[in-house]
C-alpha cells in the first residue's frame, strides 16, 4: 500500500504540475490509500516541528530558507496547508518510490492542535514552538487546551526551542523531562515597568501559584520576571537579542546586527526563534547571520502620499495578541495620526460571529492626544466602534464605514502626518491599493 | 455611590469578559451615577456587605476549580448578599464556580458548547445577541432566563440562565453587557433603584 500510495501521490503532482495548479490533492490521495504512509517513510536526519498561536508561517519558512541558503537539501511544506494533507504532499515531492525523503533536513509548519499527530507519525527532533497566545476562541477556547494538545504528545527525544520571556511557556520545564532550549530579548528601549495590557494569560508562578514579579516587561506577559515565593525566575538563555531597534528592524546577536524582516516585536521574536535553531544545528555563526540579513529585508514598511505616511500593519483576527503588539507600536511614535482598523473576515474557518477577542485587545491604549480620528472599517465596524467608545475614546473621534475605499478622499484630505492601518491580514491589499500610489 | 467587585480578573479572565464591567461602568458614567470598580485577587479579603455588583466571568478550567475552592468557606455570606437582593452577574462557564451555593445543579460537556446565540428575556424589551464557548450549562430547569432562538439552552432545552433574587447566571458570553445596551441598562436600574 506505501509504494502504491507514493506512486498516487507522485502522479498527482505530475499533473497538478502540468495544469498548474497547486494543492494538497496529492497528499489527500496517498493518505486515503494508505493512512499511515507518513509513519512509514524514511525521514532525514534533522526534523523540525514549527508550530505556534502566531508566527509558524514565518518562522519556518525562514529556517527552511536559511538551510537551503547554506547547501540543505529542504523538504518544508510552504505551499500546502499545515495540516496532514498538505504536510503530505511537500513530502510526497522529494521522496523516492522506497519511501525516504532524499532531502537533508524536513521543516513542517504544523497547526498547533495538528502537532500530535506529527510527533507520532513523523517523531521531529525539534520542536520550534513560537508562541502561545489567545487565538481563535471558538476553535481553540482557550491557552490550556492548546498547550495540553501539544505538551501531552510530546515524545523524550524532541528538543523544544521557546521563548524564555514568556512565564507561561515555562510550564513545559514544569510538565516534562524534554530538552528545552531558549531564546530572550534583552530590556531594550520599548520595554516598560508598569502593565500596560489586561487579560494576559499568566500572571502567576507556575510552581506554586504566587504573583509573578517583574523587573521589565518586553510586551504583555513578556519579560524578566521571578516569583517572591520560590526558586522560580527568569534564566539565561541560550540566545539573546541585545539592542533591539523596531524602527530600523534590527537586532544583536553576540554584538552582530541582524536584520529581522519588519518593525513589529514578533518579527524580533521569530528571527531569535529561527536564530536558535540553526545555531543548535551547528550552522556557522557568520553564515547564519548573512543569511538571515539575506531574508530578512523588511517586506511590509511605511510608504508615503500626499506628503501623508501610511503604516499598514498586518494583524490575525481572532487574536488579541497581534493587534496589541500593533497598538504597542502606534503609543512609541509620538507624530499625529489616524489609525485604520478593520477586517473582511473574522475567521475562514467557521462562521461564528464571535467578538468577544476585542475585549481582549487594549484598544484603551489608543486614548491619547496623538490619535487624530480612528475609523473602523468592514463588517464589524460597529462592533469596533463599540469597543473603543467602552476604551474610553470620544464617539466624535470614530468614524464608520463599510470599506477603506469609503474613506479613502477623506484620510488624503485631513492630511495627517501618519496613518496605521492596523488590519486583518486580509485587509492588507484593500489598504494599500487605496493609499499606495504605484499599486494604484 | 455604587461598588462593583469583579471577582478575580487574573484568574477569570477568558473571553474579554471584563468588557462587561467597562460596559456597565459606561453606563452608569452615561446617567451620570458614581461608581468605583473593585478588582478583587486572590490575595485579597472578600468583604461581600460592601459590595453592589459582584461579577464573575469566564476562565480556564484549572482556575475555575481553583476560585470554588477558594470561594466555598464564604457560602453563608454569597447567600446572605443575595437575599439583601446584592446584584450578581456571573457569565460563560464562571456558572460552574457557584454550584457550590445548591442553588442550582450544572451539566458538565466533554465536547465544549460553541454556538451564536439570540435569545429573548423578560428583563429588557431587546434581541439579546451573545456566544456560548462553555464546557458548563446549568442543568436546572426552573427560574430561567433567556429564551433561545439559537444556541444552547440548560438542559437541552430552549430556555437558558438561573435566576434568584438579584442573582443572575448565565452562560452567555459576548460581552453579554457590551453587545446588549438595554440589558446593562436593567442591571444600571437595579443598582438605583
Known amino acids: 500500500m506505501k509504494t502504491l500510495a507514493i506512486i498516487i501521490g507522485k502522479i498527482t503532482l505530475i499533473f497538478g504540475k502540468i495544469l498548474k495548479r497547486g494543492s494538497s490533492l496529492p497528499g489527500k490521495l496517498a493518505l486515503f490509500i494508505d493512512k499511515d504512509i507518513l509513519k512509514k517513510l524514511k525521514y532525514p536526519e534533522i526534523k523540525i516541528a514549527v508550530t505556534g498561536s502566531s508566527g509558524k508561517g514565518s518562522t519556518s519558512k525562514l529556517i527552511a530558507k536559511v538551510l537551503k541558503d547554506n547547501n540543505y537539501k529542504v523538504t518544508f511544506n510552504n505551499e500546502g496547508s499545515n495540516l496532514d494533507w498538505g504536510i503530505a504532499t511537500a513530502i510526497l515531492k522529494d521522496c523516492n518510490l522506497y519511501g525516504k525523503i532524499t532531502s537533508d533536513a524536513l521543516v513542517?509548519?504544523?497547526?498547533?492542535?495538528?502537532?500530535?499527530?506529527?510527533?507520532?507519525?513523523?517523531?521531529?527532533?525539534?520542536?520550534?514552538?513560537?508562541?502561545?497566545?489567545?487565538?481563535?476562541?471558538?476553535?481553540?477556547?482557550?491557552?490550556?487546551?492548546?498547550?495540553?494538545?501539544i505538551i501531552d504528545y510530546l515524545k523524550p527525544n524532541i528538543k523544544i526551542i521557546t521563548n524564555m520571556d514568556d512565564p507561561y511557556l515555562r510550564n513545559i520545564e514544569k510538565d516534562t523531562n524534554n530538552k528545552n532550549i531558549y531564546y530572550s530579548i534583552q530590556k531594550n528601549k520599548y520595554s516598560y515597568k508598569t502593565q500596560i495590557f489586561e487579560n494576559l494569560n499568566i500572571y502567576y508562578c507556575p510552581y506554586c501559584n504566587t504573583l509573578l514579579k517583574y523587573d521589565y516587561y518586553n510586551f504583555e506577559a513578556l519579560g524578566k520576571y521571578h516569583c517572591p515565593n520560590c526558586d522560580f525566575k527568569y534564566q539565561t538563555p541560550s540566545v539573546l537579542g541585545t539592542n533591539l531597534n523596531l524602527e530600523i528592524g534590527t537586532i544583536s546577536i553576540n554584538d552582530k546586527e541582524i536584520l529581522i524582516g519588519g518593525n513589529m516585536l514578533y518579527h524580533a521574536y521569530n528571527t531569535l526563534a529561527a536564530y536558535t535553531i540553526l545555531k543548535e544545528l551547528k550552522l556557522k555563526e557568520d553564515n547564519l547571520v548573512k543569511s538571515l540579513n539575506k531574508y530578512n529585508k523588511i517586506l511590509v514598511k511605511e510608504y508615503q502620499n500626499n506628503n501623508i505616511t501610511f503604516y499598514p500593519i498586518s494583524c490575525k483576527a481572532e487574536n488579541s495578541t497581534t493587534y496589541n503588539q500593533a497598538l504597542f507600536k502606534t503609543i512609541y511614535d509620538n507624530r499625529k495620526k489616524d489609525i485604520i482598523i478593520g477586517w473582511k473576515e473574522i475567521s475562514r474557518r467557521y462562521e461564528h460571529f464571535d467578538v468577544s477577542w476585542l475585549y481582549d485587545v487594549e484598544f484603551e491604549l489608543l486614548n491619547n492626544e496623538t490619535i487624530n480620528k480612528i475609523y473602523a472599517c468592514g463588517i464589524d465596524k460597529d462592533n469596533i466602534k463599540k469597543r473603543l467608545i467602552l476604551a474610553g475614546i470620544k464617539p466624535q473621534k470614530i468614524i464608520t464605514s463599510d470599506s477603506i475605499d469609503d474613506i479613502k478622499e477623506k484620510v488624503l484630505k485631513d492630511k495627517i502626518e501618519t496613518v496605521y492601518g492596523i488590519l486583518n491580514f486580509d485587509y492588507i491589499e484593500p489598504f494599500n491599493k487605496a493609499f499606495k500610489e504605484e499599486e494604484k | 455611590m455604587i461598588t462593583i467587585a469583579n471577582l478575580y480578573p487574573k484568574e477569570l479572565n477568558l473571553y474579554g469578559e471584563n468588557g462587561n464591567i467597562k460596559a456597565l461602568a459606561y453606563a452608569l458614567k452615561q446617567k451620570k451615577i458614581k461608581y468605583k470598580i473593585i478588582n478583587i485577587d486572590k490575595e485579597n479579603k472578600l468583604e461581600f456587605n460592601k459590595y453592589d455588583f459582584i461579577y464573575l466571568g469566564s476562565g480556564r478550567k484549572a482556575y475555575l476549580d481553583i476560585v470554588k475552592e477558594r470561594l466555598k468557606p464564604y457560602k453563608e455570606d454569597i447567600l446572605n448578599a443575595i437575599k439583601k437582593e446584592k446584584v450578581f452577574l456571573v457569565t460563560g462557564n464562571a456558572l460552574s464556580i457557584l454550584e457550590f451555593l445548591d442553588l442550582y445543579e450544572i451539566n458538565y460537556y466533554e465536547e465544549r458548547k460553541v454556538s451564536d446565540v439570540t435569545a429573548t428575556c423578560t428583563l429588557c424589551n431587546e434581541l439579546i445577541k451573545g456566544f456560548q464557548n462553555t464546557e458548563y450549562l446549568i442543568k436546572t430547569t426552573s427560574n430561567l432566563i433567556f429564551n433561545i432562538e439559537q444556541g444552547y439552552g440548560n438542559n437541552d432545552t430552549l430556555m437558558e440562565g438561573y435566576t434568584y433574587h438579584n442573582l443572575y447566571v448565565t452562560s452567555l458570553i459576548g460581552p453579554l453587557l457590551a453587545r446588549n445596551e438595554k440589558l446593562t441598562n436593567f442591571f444600571v436600574e437595579l443598582l438605583t433603584k
Open chain 1, 108 to 149: 513542517l509548519e504544523i497547526d498547533e492542535r495538528f502537532a500530535k499527530v506529527i510527533f507520532e507519525k513523523i517523531n521531529p527532533d525539534y520542536l520550534v514552538l513560537t508562541n502561545l497566545t489567545k487565538d481563535q476562541p471558538p476553535r481553540q477556547h482557550h491557552v490550556d487546551i492548546v498547550y495540553h494538545d
